[in-house]
């Protein structure tokens, strides 16, 4: 990860700054109500925070367009948030009550949209990977133009159907972005212990994928690397890697004590790369937003965070029939 | 405003904790994210963080304290300018989580004491006076992907060999040709990954039939089939289904060892949000995978290498379909009712022909469908015969006849006049030779034998 470091004026509007200042902190605090809900016991099972890793999905789905599709892991409330799912029913589906988006029958690890085009939400580690080389198969089916980003870990890497899907997509040409979301630690054991290479998205190369490494605290970098991505996608020329390297600042669930790394670890990438701390910086320095503007998202955001955790609470339990509803179509 | 602080749950079992350490004095500033103090449960220490910005105005429980209940107020945040000592001291219980559920809603029911005769759909599948023609199995499953591939452009078949090979039992004879690469897709040997590349495309919109070559390498796949493609719709809360057939040759073939000779109805029959069909007949295959194609849920549609070769007459309509979860009564009878599916309904033919011979009437039941089960076809019958045995290949425990026979224990235990007798394959991985293949499978004798003791004769 770069230091958080502005070494030159990017070429960014004020508007735009300020609107992935506007998503990433909106993730953020989500996060963090969501964390607070966990302690207070209105939230159950497993519960897996996005803190320090907002800037991925904020950059890639600026780089998406409308149709786009996109599909991940059961670290999923950031993807949710970033593809503009409505935080008060992804809120009370965690709290697993009927306004939640799956009517509490999903959970945490399990939302999905057709109207956002978001597919889940996928609770087996790397099983998403096929899932979304397949949505990009029926884009490339039914010819419209239509690019998947399927975002894995760096623990997913390790999965056999990872490399299956790999060499399918390439030599059908799928219009899929891989997204490894390298937050260098696949639970509690670090790529160090658990991955034989480095960069993860040299694997790509064996199946002629390209690939490259981003600057996932960079929000800039990833939307950058993410249009790059895209329109390969989108000439035909089937898969991308993008390995975004990123930092998750929370245990890998809520029950995780995180005792694979220090403290001091984590305080220097909260100090010194931090996504949100970032954009604030290019917008107080390149005098696009004063603090009082800054003051003003902060306490929008808090808002909707509020609202949304308010809804959670008030939102009643599903019915006992829902019980029996679902299974089949 | 000033907010409590309250004790946090750190995993989903902990109800209370030691509150080992605080990390914060009152009258420190902290923001979101700051480490306030380390909580241990009985599993670990863990670091507990500010969810918001403020100034500790008060601590409420000291380091060190043991037994700290979950949602204990543990602190005061207040505001510049605020004093700690306006709040009330006690928590508001509002906060609490939701007490349980409470009462669990009633589950369907599945024991009468004294049951009614369930309703049964005995009408034909197909007109009296439609013209037959024989057909192999084999042709019937290929006629039913042609003419479904026909009428729907987001219908298209994968699997190995599919294509160019014309399928490795050539059940894709011709389909290449016809509808070409885009929607006929030679695979890489690679379960696990196309499984889910079709499961996502369905997702997507498409209705692909995915053809394992046979089931058994279909294991390589299940965690697709039954975690993504079964449970999805349940996940979504009815948003996203996965309208997809798996199909393929299932059960013992011959001589091809431990490994490739394997009945997976029982194991797929357990998981909600899947169909299964295994048929028997031609027109049954054919019928049966046109409605699989057209459901718009996942149906795992269980084939047999050796019945591919075997015509049936099969009636020429337009468009036959057989609607999935309906058995078919094969011969009427009075003595016993036999339940089969699949390959075992040739034993249970064989044996009813035969038994027939001895003055034994057997009602011969194809399930056709094994979930959803027509089980109220088998409580009809065996309110009228009184006797009932199963036959299947596959093995005997968590056999598909073992929840026939618990359902009719349950539902029709009055109506029994002996035992359930279960014949199933031997309880054994399948042998390469010979002679001990031939008694690891089910037999007709067997199914002689079962009946005849059920009816004591």
Same mark, same amino acid.
């Given at each position: 990860m770069a230091a958080r470091k502005i070494t030159k004026k990017p070429n960014v509007s004020a508007e735009e700054l300020k609107t992935y200042y506007r998503e990433m902190l909106l993730i953020r605090r989500f996060e963090e109500k969501a964390g607070q809900l966990y302690g207070m016991g209105l939230i159950g099972g497993f519960c897996h925070l996005y803190i320090g890793q907002e800037a991925v999905v904020v950059g890639l789905e600026a780089a998406a367009r409308e149709g786009d599709k996109r599909i991940t892991s059961y670290r999923d409330?950031? =993807? #949710? %948030?970033?593809?503009? #799912?409505?935080?008060?029913?992804?809120?009370?589906? %965690?709290? /697993?009550?009927?306004?939640?988006?799956?009517?509490?029958?999903?959970?945490? #690890? =399990? #939302?999905?949209?057709?109207?956002?085009?978001?597919?889940?939400?996928? /609770?087996?580690?790397?099983?998403?990977?096929? %899932?979304?080389? /397949? %949505?990009a198969f029926a884009d490339k089916y039914k010819e419209n133009g239509g690019v998947t980003f399927t975002y894995f870990g760096d623990g997913a890497a390790n999965q056999g159907q990872v490399y299956e899907t790999f060499n399918m997509a390439a030599i059908w040409d799928l219009p899929v972005i891989f997204v490894i979301e390298n937050n260098q630690y696949a639970m509690g054991t670090s790529q160090a212990r658990s991955t034989s290479t480095k960069d993860i998205y040299h694997r790509g190369e064996a199946f002629g994928i390209p690939g490259e490494i981003v600057n996932g605290m960079d929000v800039l970098a990833v939307k950058a690397a993410g249009e790059k991505a895209v329109a390969h996608c989108r000439a035909g020329k089937g898969p991308y890697i993008l390995e975004v390297k990123t930092y998750r600042y929370r245990g890998h669930s809520m029950s995780d004590p995180a005792k694979y790394r220090t403290r001091e670890e984590v305080q220097k990438v909260r100090e010194q790369s931090d996504p949100i701390e970032h954009v604030r910086d290019l917008l107080l320095t390149g005098k696009h937003a004063t603090e009082d503007d800054l003051k003003a998202i902060d306490k929008e955001i808090k808002e909707v965070v509020n609202q949304a955790a308010e809804f959670s609470k008030e939102s009643p339990e599903p019915s006992l029939d829902e019980l029996w509803t679902d299974i089949y179509a | 405003m000033a907010t409590e602080i309250l004790m946090p749950a750190?995993? @989903?079992?902990?109800?209370?904790?030691?509150?080992?350490?605080?990390?914060?004095?009152?009258?420190?500033?902290? &923001?979101?994210?700051?480490?306030?103090?380390?909580?241990?449960t009985d599993k670990a220490t863990m670091e507990f963080e500010a969810v918001d910005e403020g100034i500790v105005g008060k601590i409420l429980i000291t380091e060190g304290t043991e037994g700290v209940k979950v949602n204990t107020p543990i602190a005061v945040l207040v505001e510049e300018g605020e004093d700690a000592s306006a709040l009330p001291t006690s928590a508001p219980a509002a906060e609490a989580a939701p007490e349980a559920a409470p009462e669990a809603a009633p589950a369907p029911a599945t024991t009468a004491a004294a049951p009614a005769a369930p309703a049964v759909d005995l009408s034909p599948d197909w007109p009296a006076d439609a013209e037959m023609k024989s057909e192999t199995v084999r042709e019937a499953l290929?006629?039913?992907?042609?003419?479904?591939?026909?009428?729907?452009?987001?219908?298209?078949?994968?699997?190995?060999?599919?294509?160019?090979?014309?399928?490795?039992?050539?059940i894709s004879q011709g389909l290449l040709d016809e509808f070409g690469a885009k929607r006929v897709i030679d695979t890489p040997i690679t379960e696990h990954g196309f499984a889910g590349i079709a499961v996502g495309s369905a997702f997507g919109g498409l209705k692909p039939i995915v053809e394992f070559m046979t089931f058994n390498f279909a294991m390589q796949a299940i965690d697709q089939i039954i975690n993504s493609a079964a449970k999805t719709l349940y996940m979504s809360g009815g948003q996203m289904g996965c309208p997809?057939? *798996?199909?393929?040759?299932?059960?013992?073939?011959?001589?091809?060892? $431990?490994?490739?000779?394997?009945? !997976?109805? $029982?194991?797929?029959?357990?998981?909600?949000?899947?169909?299964?069909?295994?048929?028997?007949?031609?027109?049954?295959?054919?019928?049966?995978?046109? &409605?699989?194609?057209?459901?718009?849920? @996942?149906?795992?549609?269980?084939?047999?290498?050796?019945?591919?070769?075997? &015509? *049936?007459?099969?009636?020429?309509?337009?468009?036959?379909?057989?609607?999935?979860?309906?058995?078919?009564?094969?011969?009427?009878?009075?003595?016993?009712?036999?339940?089969?599916?699949?390959?075992?309904?040739?034993?249970?033919?064989?044996?009813?022909?035969?038994?027939?011979?001895e003055g034994i009437s057997a009602e011969v039941i194809d399930l056709r469908t094994i979930r959803p089960m027509d089980t109220g076809?088998?409580?009809?019958?065996?309110?009228?015969?009184?006797?009932?045995?199963?036959?299947?290949?596959?093995?005997?425990?968590?056999?598909?006849?073992?929840?026939?026979?618990?359902?009719?224990?349950?539902?029709?235990?009055? !109506?029994?006049? $002996?035992?359930?007798?279960?014949?199933?394959?031997?309880?054994? @991985?399948?042998p390469y030779a010979a002679n001990l293949e031939k008694l690891a499978l089910i037999t007709t004798d067997e199914v002689i034998e079962a009946v005849k003791q059920v009816t004591y004769r």
């Open positions: 409330h950031g =993807h #949710m %948030l970033a593809c503009g #799912m409505d935080p008060g029913g992804v809120m009370a589906e %965690l709290t /697993g009550r009927e306004g939640g988006l799956s009517k509490g029958k999903g959970g945490s #690890m =399990h #939302m999905f949209s057709k109207e956002k085009h978001f597919y889940g939400g996928h /609770g087996i580690v790397g099983a998403q990977v096929p %899932l979304g080389a /397949g %949505l | 750190l995993s @989903p079992t902990m109800e209370e904790g030691t509150l080992a350490k605080w990390l914060v004095k009152e009258g420190d500033t902290v &923001s979101s994210g700051d480490i306030m103090a380390e909580i241990e290929r006629d039913a992907m042609a003419e479904e591939m026909r009428g729907d452009e987001d219908v298209y078949l994968m699997g190995e060999e599919v294509a160019e090979y014309q399928g490795a039992y050539k997809i057939v *798996f199909r393929g040759p299932n059960g013992a073939a011959a001589r091809v060892g $431990a490994q490739h000779s394997q009945d !997976y109805a $029982a194991w797929y029959m357990q998981i909600p949000g899947l169909k299964v069909v295994m048929p028997y007949s031609a027109a049954d295959a054919k019928g049966l995978l046109k &409605s699989a194609i057209r459901d718009p849920n @996942p149906v795992v549609f269980l084939e047999n290498e050796i019945l591919y070769g075997r &015509s *049936f007459d099969v009636p020429q309509l337009d468009d036959l379909t057989v609607p999935l979860g309906k058995a078919r009564i094969w011969r009427e009878g009075s003595d016993v009712t036999i339940v089969s599916f699949g390959i075992g309904m040739q034993y249970a033919l064989e044996a009813a022909d035969k038994l027939a011979e076809a088998i409580i009809n019958s065996v309110m009228k015969t009184n006797r009932l045995v199963t036959v299947e290949e596959g093995w005997p425990q968590g056999s598909v006849g073992s929840y026939i026979s618990s359902v009719v224990m349950q539902e029709a235990f009055d !109506y029994l006049d $002996a035992p359930v007798i279960n014949c199933t394959g031997k309880d054994v @991985p399948m």
